[in-house]
């Protein structure tokens, strides 16, 4: 009962302090927060991609920290970025100009998503930590990339948005491309998460009880690239790696079972990134840093509600059969 | 019928052998205990039994589709997870689970039952971080035996068990032996107890690897090669004993 109570709690406590967020607009910048509405239709399908992005990273933000790979969205940005100078200069070599067509793009991606097989393959090893490798990735991909920057004119712009994402000019076709990809990624997420679950957890019992635990191991990490890659041209790096870090930890800390850690970490994840641009439109802030900014505020919350918590604790006894 | 055969089958790792060639043929319904000194090999041995270790030599022959269940030595449990004892249960149930629904009434019931079992039903919601040693220890058997596996694979199970309820371990072992024909084949460090409740041994020592029906490798002078220490194997009470000189 205890463990009901202090989950409707979380819930509670991380909505209530949504929605002062919120009520800041009204209170210091009424105009700015008028404006913001009346002029929704410019910012629907940012904001719209913002929570898509957004609830995906929260969701596989929960299975990367509990994986200790918390750098890989870094790292996989910085493939991505390789994969796009990589296709400029390869097409410079053959006198090709690929300007701005988006073949750049989709090469980057798929550059990230080999980046995360090969890890998956190569992080057998015991005696070093996963972060070890994905540290190695992200130091030899930014070198390299910046190798090739510098060789190369075109194409900079896709990195500028994968690094700092283009979060204010999704389109509508855009929107439903993000749809066409997260939405089977999120069901999958929801059909197998024991697997994806278990085998993280305790891959040798699984193992013995018959799971193909190297096959689901892909199957995760390539949802996990995917998503990742994906998210990065909406949003960029940086707040990607926010979302994937911020609303898991807060949900972790304190959840007493993994439906509690994903249902605070969700609610998180769908909360920021409008935020961050409501944030942004009302005072200025450019929209990656709002959205980080935002995140860091729920951390200090977290902190209120872990005093909260602590106090509920010292007050109940625990009773044992 | 034997539920498991092994063909000169030799353990270890990173091309260190731990054993000489092993040959055996484990009915099924008996018990297997495997004995030896620290760092000889046991763990090794039952890891490669289960598939989670290659074998550096030999073959393992497994009776078809036959399930395993395992007790690790130590807590494999990544402790980071917030996994309820329910959901240790659920990994061992997770074929038979319904995937839109968090539960079953087939599972639920044999929640209940296992859980009583092992007298920590009032654990059934909370985190097995927080578990005590004893307690861990009652829920992994629990996760191995949910599913009525028909071999059950346990590396020193009754670590961090108090001394009633490893008294009632045994006594639920054989009811699972008796009932469902199932076959253990378990580490243990207490020489007096396992020696009792076994009918095949395999010995993993320095100086020897003994392999065998229990009666056969009893023999003073085979264990204390094995053990490379002296030892005296005597009958008190109708129940084995041994005592190291």
Redesign the interface.
Known sequence: MF?KKTARFRYTFYSLFTLALIAMGPLFKRDSFELFFQSWNLWREPILAGILCGFLSSLLGVYIL?N?IVFISLSLSQSASFGIFLTYFVAGLFGVSLADSPFAFVAGLVVALLTALLFVIFRKGKRLPDESLIGFIYVAASGLTIMLGDRISEGHHYVDDLLFGNSVAVSPLELKILCAFFLPLIVIHF?YR??F??I???P????????KTKAWTLLLYFTLSLGITLSLRTLGSLPIFALMVVPPLIA?KR???????FGVSLILGTAIPPLGYYFSFLFNFPTGASLIFISLLYLLASLLERSVLGQARQNTPRI?? | MAILKLKNLVVGYEKTRLSTPLNLELPAGDTLGIIGNNGSGKSTLLKTLTGILPALDGQIQWAQDIRLGYVPQENQVDMLFPLTVSDLMRMDMLPSLPRLRSTSPAFRKAQSEILEEMEIQYLEENLVRDLSGGERQRALIGRAWISRPQVLLMDEPFNSIDYRFREKLWRIFSRWKNHHDLTLIMIDHDLNRILNQVQWLIVLGPEATLCGRRDEILQPNLLSQAYGAPLHVHQENGQIQIHFL
Do not use: P, Q
């Open positions: 463990t509990l200790r059909l024991r697997e679950l278990f993280s957890a305790d040798e019992f699984m193992t013995i009880r018959g799971m972790l959840a007493h079972n993994m439906r509690e850690a044992r059969a």
